[in-house]
């Protein structure tokens, strides 16, 4: 018996050893292997050349490669692009390190279709999925992608309408600690204390910078780690008042445009509140360099504001490596029926939204355009412009940057209602 046990022993010992050296086989994530270890490469061989112009005349050669959304955009609205070489992406190099000091360890929970109930344990940071199985993974990746650990920016909104123009402008800066937990690139990591203990994910503020007659208006509110709807203030400077408020609660439109709440960067809402769904897998033109300049004077010649619709804008588009997910919330007052996203297989970003309403029809569009990071190694792409279109009114709203700065170290006691009112002045 006791040669037996001692049989069992090393016969599981070297189970182990076998499967570990199976899974560091392929070695560490790095800058060099990174597009091929977590997603997948772009398959260039019906690349259209470089300085292609994709437009309505030349669609059916390259519809297959363009998202239903965007081909809506072209075909009514004569929306078009130039097509540019692919360019790789990576992460910053702490990042890459979180990746692989954590790897593995990230693991789904059961919440029994609860959106409430938290779907992910031990995770702590870097990406938790490398090459995800199945459509929740996917959206866990989205939801951890590389953005820095904080920024700083400063952009433009503008509501425009098909027929009329633009309507009104304004001015904004956007402060946020996106990563106040599983954090990769400033100190403390991987964890603000403060954040942990509060079980704090995000803190962000708004300010109105203009126009005039509502300068100061501004907004703070936090994301919990758990899957609850954000709690903040809201504070009117005429008024001299904050007001608590629940930011994002489903169908709720930012600042009264046509981009809501859970429309930020794509997605804003929790993986735990929708169901994911991989649709296919495949390479696809995308604004990840888009060349959108930065700048309030770049904006009006990004945008060809004076011509109908008033919303197209110049940018460049690649091919990139992009999952097709589908998803369908798991409340019944969710505004969307379905939301196909077009997400970056290398940095897990979301290009482009098509977004249908409760009859299945599609109802707005919303475009990333991105730029690469000014510094690889330590921070991220940034948005060159957003632009979100209902296509049932023939009325937009595109979103302008005039700069960001990322991981800048901003702190928890800068996202306090005392900060907000001085903010707000």
Do not use: C
Not at 65 to 93: C, H, N, R, W
Not at 104 to 116: E, V
Not at 200 to 212: A, D, E, G, K, R
């Amino acid at each position: 018996m006791k040669n037996f046990r001692t049989v069992v022993v090393f016969a599981a010992a070297a189970l182990v050893i076998a499967l570990v050296s199976s899974a560091s086989s392929e070695g560490p994530f790095t800058r060099e292997n990174w597009t091929d270890r977590v997603g997948f490469k772009p398959d260039l061989s019906k690349a259209p050349p470089a300085g292609t112009v994709v437009s309505s005349s030349n669609l059916g050669e390259y519809k297959d490669l363009i998202p239903a959304g965007v081909q809506t955009l072209m075909k009514q609205y004569g929306f078009k692009f130039t097509v540019k070489d692919y360019e790789p992406i990576v992460p910053s190099d702490g990042y890459i390190a979180a990746t692989n000091k954590y790897a593995g360890k990230a693991r789904l929970l059961d919440t029994g279709g609860n959106p409430r109930k938290t779907g992910i344990a031990d995770y702590v940071a870097g990406l938790p999925f490398p090459k995800p199985k199945d459509g929740l993974e996917l959206a866990w990746d989205y939801t951890f992608a590389y953005a820095g650990d904080d920024a700083d920016n400063y952009f433009g909104v503008y509501w425009i309408s098909a027929k009329g123009g633009v309507e009104r402008s304004e001015t904004w800066r956007w402060m946020y600690i996106n990563r106040a937990v599983n954090r990769t690139d400033i100190a403390p990591l991987p964890a603000m204390d403060e954040a942990q203990k509060e079980g704090v994910q995000y803190y962000s503020v708004t300010i109105t910078l203009s126009p005039l007659d509502k300068k100061g208006f501004s907004a703070l509110y936090t994301r919990m780690i758990e899957p609850l709807d954000q709690q903040g203030f809201i504070y009117i400077p005429a008024q001299r008042k904050s007001t608590r408020f629940a930011f994002g609660t489903r169908g709720d439109s930012w600042n009264n445009t046509d981009l809501l709440y859970e429309d930020v960067r794509g997605y804003l809402g929790y993986a735990e509140w929708m169901n994911w769904k991989i649709l296919e897998k495949k390479t696809m033109l995308m604004p990840m360099h888009s060349g959108v300049p930065h700048g309030k004077d770049a904006v009006k010649n990004v945008y060809n504001f004076d011509s109908a619709p008033h919303w197209n804008f110049s940018s460049k588009w690649e091919m990139r490596p992009t999952y097709v997910l589908e998803a369908t919330a798991k409340f019944r007052d969710y505004p969307y029926s379905k939301m196909i996203f077009y997400v970056d297989a290398e940095t897990f970003y979301i290009t482009v939204k098509d977004a249908y309403d409760k009859k299945g029809q599609l109802w707005k569009v919303l475009v990333n355009a991105w730029n690469g990071s000014a510094d690889p190694r330590n921070e991220p792409p940034v948005i060159g412009t957003s632009l979100v279109v209902d296509l049932q009114s023939e009325h937009a709203t595109a979103f302008g940057w005039h700069g960001t700065k990322f991981n800048v170290g901003l702190k928890p006691d800068q996202f306090t209602l005392t900060q907000l009112r001085k903010l707000g002045k």
